[in-house]
């Protein structure tokens, strides 16, 4: 943008103020001359590119516990200094369980006919140790039945142990945003007669991809279920001793993108599961049908991967001091700056991490006066189970199984989160809060032309402010396009710095830079639901966390993120 | 007309008019048959003149008609007794890519010949045509070292070296568009991975990756541009830039070449580009170097998911080092003839002229080559099972013709016409060009026949029309290009070859599905993005259309001869 151009942007905006200034919804003032500056700052000097390059392509993946999450640490710790922040430092909580990390991977057909395998090995499960040839065979392991059949067949084997997965044709475009329409009904409260279950924050997966959750009853049981095999699963295949375990990838996974995230348990105590690779259903089922056809086949492999001993892992915290009469109060934003490995981690959570990271520099370089100190957390092990998250509000606010609250639980003003990809803020879940509504109508109605509409009485789930929430903090994360989130992003290969769009990220910038200052400068507190029981057995409003989350789609689709 | 053709052509008739009621016409049309048979018994020769003239006269009225239960014998094979996702398999998942004169294509041929004999084709053959180096792939591994690892998806293009193991190298950006550039690099990059393409900008993929004709698509096709050529999707409704002009493709050639020697004495280790569409770890690339002989040999190139090539690109821009490693195995062995397959169903009364279909046999290498062209083999091979199936004594010759070289510019079908009919150059007929009743091409992709171009064939309209017409619903619904200009070139695919030397060829305009999003050229043309019963539909109708063919009592109607003109626009 020209110089010409913004003179008159600031023109306008300046005539524009007193009439916007009378438009208030209760007492809640917005301050458009800061909302010009964020924007200006957010869209001038933007630098939300510049650091999502270093946490991805420059970075590499961020794997809770591997080399990349410590070294994307430690950049952000120099990051936020660099800011200007003040208290800039790596929190440490754990344990976290073994580190992981992958250095090769190699997969070929060399019978019947050559062709490269497209895949990665799967988090927590071993390397190959070297090249690794042989015939592969099919061998399901669905079940219980599963496993007694083929117990003591699969030593030194390379195995498949899914069925083939069904590529039907993309006849609906992979990259979506909400509709007026979608938008208007996620508006609308939820059927009080439904169970409340936390959900995705993404508008409904476009491209008939597989369906949520989906099973019958509920579907906590389900999930617990699923789990409890897999960790049978897990235990078999570590003792039988196949060579290579391959998978489809999970998901959407498709023409090269291959969704896959964990495959063994991470901590000191769990057997190694042998290397476990994720291959595009292309292939995968190019293999399966020369097995059904009888067709010799040959494959070969070599994974290098390596773990390191069970240890406590961290989250990055900086603030921004407040200076006025409330600078003991804390306003929070946040976002994991772990991943997993198969690509760089872009839209999960460099996206989130990088725009918390704009909002920090937005605040400081606008020199803007904060009563409230506004502190960020980056935080650890999100995708194990909002590990870094949940330790976090444990040590300095509650801890849910017995809701004895700390003096900082009294003093803190609220929390945003950014954890759905990287498509534009579209609006708010209000976490079944109502007494915030009008309060976000206020502060969103100077982005209507951005597109940032709605508020929502529903929940969303999935991601670290869930800790906030379950503990009675005012927890909030936003409704965000989902672009590409399921398609070809969410712990995919293909998550990556490509998939991210500029104009989206600094959009999200200036709309979470402005609900901290608000958070920041308002009068009071922002209002808070009453303080949940405590929940002995179990402390938070997810699935607990133990071993790595699953890989197969019919897990991905549990409750979980 | 020779007799058992009316004889046919009566119990046919017979059978039709049956069709409609009930058990009677059973008996009626057995009795029908009978007596037909008595006829012939009996009657012979005196019946032979009168038939004749009698037929002649009729059929000289009469309009064009579809052969109703040939067409229903035709779809009852092809929809209950389907062999074509089998010869899918056996093609693409068991006999890899088919790269002219590769092992995968020789493999795939011996595959394909025992198969067309197993179907009771006579005359299986190969064809020899001259080409040059063919080249095998045997193993790609890249891999990015530093700063941070990722496995590098992407595959080496044809005619390029391989690396004799594993090689380690710095990767630079070295923007050579012009012979100008070559000075700039010179000395700089010996040893190095180079990259020379400016990065992709990879676009949120906001349409359908996938899509199939509307009602509207084909009327608008069916209404046509008279510049159109009908039978493959042109750019501005398959989502591609508009192909570059002979002249543009020539220097872009003659460019490559010396780009390729330069990077070759410079010492460069791996050559690197972005697949030239796709992404997500799809990847379109084919050739960087020629099967000719004597061409320049570039270094090792390879095509890369353009996600991974604007990595490498951003982190050379911000002067992070970037090492990469590569192991690529590739072989070009002796320049060698290729061939063609041919097979017939011979003919009766006319087995002298030829009804032809087919469709290239070669492939890419970076997939299967499923859709591109798996699926017009495959479409090929199964409508000559099916018409075999029949048991029908065809008047005329079906002939199936499997093209090699394709790829690299149609090749053995020019070779095949030259040598059978007439080269374009001097228009000399050969006595077969007389005996050439049509030629029918299989070649865009998995998708269903939707229609069928007449190639500015007038009077070829009615007849395809009429041969349409019980294909409604199966959606085939248009014949279109009655207005089209003559060809200035063959190009495309294989029936623009035939159709340029003067001869009725013809293709099938077919349902776009993922052809330019997916899988044209790209490593993910495999098996998996082949529909069923597209290609089912396919064959019935390349069937229905060689079984009308070859069952007419005249000829396909010709367009005057073309005038001599060089084969290529160089």
């Not at chain 2, 009168?50 to 059929?59: C, D, G, N, Q, R």
Request: charged share 20%; with cysteine.
């Amino acid at each position: 943008m020209n110089l010409q151009k913004i003179t008159a942007l600031s023109l306008a905006s300046m005539l524009a103020m007193p009439v916007f200034s009378q438009q208030k919804t209760g007492e809640e003032k917005v301050d458009l001359a800061v909302i010009h500056k964020i924007k200006y700052e957010a869209f001038q000097n933007s630098k939300v590119m510049e650091t999502m390059f270093w946490l991805t392509d420059a970075n590499g993946h961020r794997l809770a516990g591997s080399p990349g999450y410590k070294k994307a640490g430690d950049w952000a710790v120099k990051r936020m200094q660099e800011f200007g922040l003040t208290n800039v430092k790596e929190e440490k909580w754990g344990p976290f369980g073994k580190g992981w990390n992958f250095t090769h991977y190699e997969g070929h057909m060399i019978e019947p006919s050559y062709s490269p395998l497209i895949g990665f090995p799967l988090a927590w499960t071993a390397g190959t140790n070297g090249t690794v040839s042989g015939e592969p065979i099919l061998a399901t392991l669905a079940n219980d039945a599963d496993l007694a059949k083929w117990k003591g067949k699969l030593k030194d084997k390379i195995i498949m142990t899914d069925a083939a997965k069904d590529q039907a044709m993309i006849m609906a475009a992979p990259a979506k945003r909400w509709t007026e329409a979608e938008l208007a009904n996620e508006a609308m409260a939820p059927d009080p007669g439904l169970a409340r279950g936390p959900r995705g924050g993404g508008p409904p997966p476009a491209g008939g991809g597989p369906a949520r959750a989906g099973a019958p009853g509920d579907p906590m049981a389900a999930f617990m279920s699923l789990r409890a095999f897999r960790a049978k699963l897990q235990k078999f295949l570590a003792e039988e001793g196949p060579a290579v375990i391959l998978q489809p990838g999970s998901g959407n996974s498709t023409g090269g993108t291959v969704f896959g995230s964990g495959g063994g348990g991470r901590e000191a105590k769990d057997a190694v599961v042998p290397c476990t690779i994720a291959l595009t259903p292309e292939h995968y089922n190019r293999i399966v049908r020369l097995i059904n056809h009888k067709v010799p086949v040959k494959l070969e492999f070599n994974v290098k991967a390596e773990f390191t001993d069970a240890a406590d892992s961290f989250n990055v915290i900086g603030e921004i001091p407040g200076t006025g009469k409330h600078k003991d109060e804390i306003v929070m934003i946040g976002a994991h700056l772990d991943s997993w490995h198969g690509g760089t981690g872009a839209t999960d959570n460099a996206a989130g991490s990088s725009v918390m990271l704009e909002v920090m520099r937005i605040l400081k370089e606008s020199g803007f006066k904060l009563d409230r100190t506004v502190r960020i957390g980056l935080w650890g092990g999100e995708e194990e189970g909002l590990l870094g998250s949940r330790a976090y509000v444990r040590e300095h606010f509650a801890d849910s199984r017995t809701m004895k609250t700390t003096e900082q639980h009294e003093k803190f003003a609220g929390y945003f989160n950014i954890d759905n990809g990287t498509g534009k803020i579209r609006g708010i879940y209000l976490q079944g809060n109502d007494m915030v509504q009008p309060i976000f109508e206020a502060w969103l109605a100077p982005f209507k032309d951005l597109g940032a509409t709605t508020t929502t009485i529903r929940d969303t789930g999935g991601t670290d402010h869930q800790s906030f929430d379950g503990i009675g903090l005012p927890g909030f994360q936003f409704i965000q396009d989902e672009v590409e989130y399921n398609q070809r992003t969410h712990h995919s290969n293909m998550d990556v710095y490509d998939r991210i769009q500029k104009g989206d990220m600094m959009q999200i910038s200036a709309i979470v830079a402005s609900f901290v200052y608000n958070t920041a400068n308002r009068d009071e507190k922002l209002p808070r639901k009453p303080l949940p029981k405590p929940t002995p057995d179990r402390n938070f409003d997810g699935p607990p966390p133990a071993a790595a989350p699953a890989t197969t789609g019919s897990i991905t689709a549990a409750p979980a993120k | 007309m020779g007799y058992e053709i009316f004889i046919v052509f009566a119990k046919n008739r017979a059978r039709q008019h049956a069709a409609p009621s009930a058990n009677a016409t059973q008996s009626g049309y057995a009795r029908c048959e009978l007596a037909l048979d008595l006829l012939s018994s009996l009657a012979m020769i005196c019946l032979r003149a009168f038939v004749a003239l009698l037929l002649s006269l009729t059929l000289l009225s009469a309009q064009e008609m579809a052969d109703l239960n040939a067409i229903h014998r035709i779809k009852a094979e092809g929809f209950q007794n389907s062999q074509i996702m089998e010869t899918l398999f056996w093609l693409t998942d068991a006999k890899g890519p088919r790269v002219t004169n590769s092992k995968g294509y020789r493999d795939a041929a011996e595959w394909a010949i025992a198969k067309l004999k197993e179907y009771g084709l006579q005359n299986v053959h190969t064809e020899a045509f001259p080409f040059g180096t063919s080249w095998n792939w045997k193993r790609f591994s890249g891999h990015m070292i530093e700063p941070a690892y990722s496995p590098l998806i992407g595959f080496p293009m044809a005619w390029t070296p391989g690396t004799n193991g594993m090689i380690e190298g710095e990767a630079v950006f070295a923007p050579i568009r012009a012979e100008a550039d070559f000075d700039k690099f010179r000395g700089k990059l010996k040893g190095k991975m180079v990259l020379t393409q400016d990065a992709k900008n990879v676009l949120p993929q906001t349409a359908p990756l996938g899509r199939r004709l509307s009602d509207k698509d084909l009327e608008d096709r069916a209404a046509g541009d008279p510049t159109g050529r009908g039978g493959r999707p042109d750019a501005s409704t398959a989502g591609g830039a508009p192909p570059p002009t002979p002249e543009a493709r020539a220097a872009a050639t003659r460019f490559r070449t010396k780009l390729n020697q330069f990077l070759k004495d410079e010492g460069v280790a791996v050559s690197l580009q972005a697949g030239y569409n796709g992404d997500g770890g799809t990847v379109f690339a084919a050739q960087a170097a020629s099967y000719k002989a004597g061409t320049a040999i570039p270094p090792p190139t390879v095509a890369l998911t353009p996600e991974h090539y604007d990595r490498i690109l951003r982190l050379i821009e911000h002067k992070i080092p970037v090492k990469l490693a590569f192991d690529i195995q590739t072989e070009i062995t002796a320049p060698e003839d290729s061939f063609n397959i041919i097979g017939e169903i011979t003919g009766t009364s006319k087995r002298d002229e030829i009804v032809m279909i087919g469709g290239h046999f070669d492939s890419w290498h970076g997939g299967t080559g499923a859709t591109d062209n798996a699926t017009g083999t495959s479409v090929a091979m199964e409508a000559m099972r099916i018409l075999k199936s029949l048991n029908v004594p065809f008047k005329r010759t079906i002939r199936i013709g499997l093209w090699g070289g394709e790829e690299e510019g149609l090749l053995g079908s020019i070779d095949y016409v030259k040598k059978h009919y007439a080269d374009r150059a001097d228009m000399k007929l050969k006595p077969e060009f007389s005996k050439l009743d049509v030629y029918f091409n299989s070649d865009t992709g998995t998708g269903k026949f939707r229609g069928i171009s007449v190639g500015g064939n007038d009077e070829v309209l009615p007849i395809f029309k009429a041969w349409a017409k019980p294909l409604r619903d199966l959606g085939f619904q248009v014949v279109l290009g009655a207005s089209s200009a003559p060809l200035t070139a063959p190009g495309g695919t294989d029936h623009t070859t035939f159709d340029y030397a003067g001869l009725p060829g013809f293709g099938f305009l077919q349902e776009p599905m993922e052809y330019q999003s997916r899988t044209h050229h790209s490593n993910m043309d495999t098996y998996d993005r082949v529909q069923k019963g597209d290609v089912m539909q396919s064959a019935v109708i390349m069937a229905v259309f060689a079984y009308h063919a070859a069952m007419r009592d005249q000829m396909i109607p010709r367009k005057e001869i073309p005038a001599p003109k060089p084969w290529r626009a160089e």
